[in-house]
């Protein structure tokens, strides 16, 4: 079946630094990928989506590249800020069938002053 | 603000009492899903409904989940003889019906199960 791993935190940074977090899929077809994040005390908000092979998402300064190649949809940004600090999950959806969501465990990053 | 809403956001339960939470998801959405999320984990499936019928259920749903979505618009979970291991966050999603739309999540009901 399909399954998403993710890197496993937490990710300490301090404020400017680059991030990246790591994201690899098993899926057949052609599924969509997407990173949704989570701040502390909310729900889960989507934060970038790529629905093809070599689409990049992109969003408040966070991009994802879908590699098909590498089955990968690592999340980049290149200057963090504190009010980044969240849980970042990475997902797939089928694009046939009932398309529901299969998420990673989520990568928390700590970003410090 | 018209995002998808769920009640109640906290709920506090004995073991053995039954419990139901609402969803109430974005008003053009005709797919609606259920998540649960447990600590320290990503959200697994649940159940998924079209319009008003539930098309698929996943293995982690026994007999003592149940839910509905009634006219197609309001979905609730109830839970039976709750059980400690039933302590999650139960996250409601909706989205349009199209290959790459996106599913929007609401706050969630955060169960615990003493």
């Known amino acids: 079946g399909n399954s998403v791993t993710q890197m496993e935190g937490p990710v300490t940074l301090s404020e400017e630094a680059f991030l990246t977090i790591n994201c690899t899929y098993t899926a057949t077809g052609y599924p969509s990928l997407f990173w949704y994040v989570q701040y502390p005390g909310e729900g889960l908000q989507l934060l970038l989506k790529a629905t093809k092979a070599d689409d990049k998402g992109s969003n408040k300064g966070f991009e994802a590249t879908y590699r098909k190649e590498t089955t990968s949809f690592h999340l980049e940004k290149g200057s963090v800020q504190v009010s980044d600090s969240a849980v970042y999950f990475c997902?797939?959806?089928?694009?046939?069938?009932?398309?529901?969501?299969?998420f990673g465990t989520g990568t928390r990053l700590l970003v410090s002053p | 603000d018209t995002g998808v809403s769920q009640d109640p956001r906290h709920k506090i339960t004995k073991r053995g009492q039954n419990v139901t939470f609402r969803c109430d998801p974005i008003?053009?959405?005709?797919?609606l899903y259920w998540y649960r999320q447990t600590l320290g984990q990503g959200p697994e499936f649940l159940t998924y409904f079209q319009n008003e019928a539930q098309l698929e259920k996943s293995r982690l749903l026994s007999d003592r989940f149940s839910a509905e979505r009634p006219k197609g618009s309001f979905s609730t979970l109830e839970i039976q003889r709750t059980e400690q291991g039933d302590s999650a966050m139960y996250l409601c999603?909706?989205?349009?019906?199209?290959?790459?739309?996106?599913?929007?999540f609401g706050p969630g009901t955060r169960l615990t199960v003493l």
């Open positions: 008003s053009e959405h005709n797919r």
């Open positions: 997902a797939l959806s089928g694009n046939t069938g009932f398309q529901k969501l299969v």
């Open positions: 999603a909706s989205r349009v019906t199209g290959a790459t739309d996106t599913q929007y």
